[in-house]
């Protein structure tokens, strides 16, 4: 009977986050006037990606026992980690299309199969960043579900209404990138929705070896952290740097702290309860 709560509770919080950040993402693209235009999305995604990081996942890895040196260090081998899965995806490209290709964002294909990689070669890589730290940090969210499910059924289901509630944030910062990567808004919602299944994953082995993976979870949290903060910063905020108009500019601050603050305060209604 737990085990079937835990499963449910970590899919609807894996994958229900997901489906919600899409539906918002849609409302305001939808809204042509005033709506989050592309510029706006991926400032709203930079600064929820940061926030998750370093006021959520972090802060949480650090409360708990393990030393801030061998934390650190996690924190450092990821981000070489997803810059060296940059170079390899990079490379690989290079190759696919006969030539290697430097990674400016204003350079298109002029080959048949350009439109499906046109979007920006680095972007991409961003993708699977995303998607490997979305994985790790569903994993863990699973693993404290279910942690929170066998103290007691109803803290399990606050659990799992507070990760629903604080993953929506950066969700639409998953799914910016993946469309920035593919192109393609239903590819983009399958991935980071399979991303999100893994929370059910995590729930099952929190159920049957909590007591065990409890000293791995800070890892986990700096692993996921590592892999926001690598894509905000070398693949979202690079898109960003162009020169704009004191409003525009004005505007782009306003989308990326909004995005912070978004993820802040979601993060502490969940703590909070």
């Not at 809204?31 to 235009?37: E, F, R, S």
């Not at 995604?45 to 006021?55: P, S, V, Y």
């Not at 066998?150 to 507070?162: E, F, K, N, T, Y």
């Amino acid at each position: 009977m737990t085990l079937a709560a835990i499963i449910l509770a970590t899919l609807a919080a894996g994958i229900g986050s997901v489906w919600v950040a899409a539906l918002l993402m849609r409302v305001g693209v939808s809204a042509k006037n005033g709506g989050m235009m592309p510029q706006r999305l991926l400032s709203l995604a930079a600064g929820a990606l940061l926030a998750t990081a370093f006021m959520h996942l972090l802060p949480e890895a650090f409360e708990s026992e393990a030393g801030a040196h061998d934390l650190f260090l996690t924190l450092l081998i990821g981000v070489v980690f997803f810059f060296l899965l940059d170079k390899a995806e990079l490379w690989h490209h290079g190759h696919e299309h006969g030539h290697g290709h430097d990674n400016h964002p204003d350079h298109h294909h002029d080959h048949a199969h350009g439109h499906d990689h046109g979007h920006g070669h680095g972007k991409s890589t961003g993708g699977w960043a995303v998607l490997t730290g979305d994985s790790v940090h569903c994993f863990g969210d699973g693993v404290l579900i279910a942690s929170a499910f066998l103290a007691d059924m109803r803290l399990g289901l606050i659990a799992a209404a507070s990760v629903l509630a604080h993953e929506v944030p950066h969700h639409i910062g998953d799914l910016v990138v993946l469309r920035n990567a593919s192109g393609n808004r239903r590819v983009a919602l399958i991935k980071v929705s399979l991303a999100g299944a893994v929370t059910a994953l995590g729930g099952m082995a929190g159920y049957f070896l909590v007591g065990q993976l409890h000293d791995w979870l800070p890892y986990f949290l700096v692993l996921a952290s590592s892999s926001f903060v690598y894509v905000a910063l070398a693949d979202l905020i690079p898109q960003l740097q162009k020169r704009l108009t004191a409003r525009e500019t004005i505007a782009q601050i306003a989308w990326l702290v909004a995005g912070m603050v978004l993820v802040t305060v979601v993060s502490g209604l969940a703590h909070s309860h």
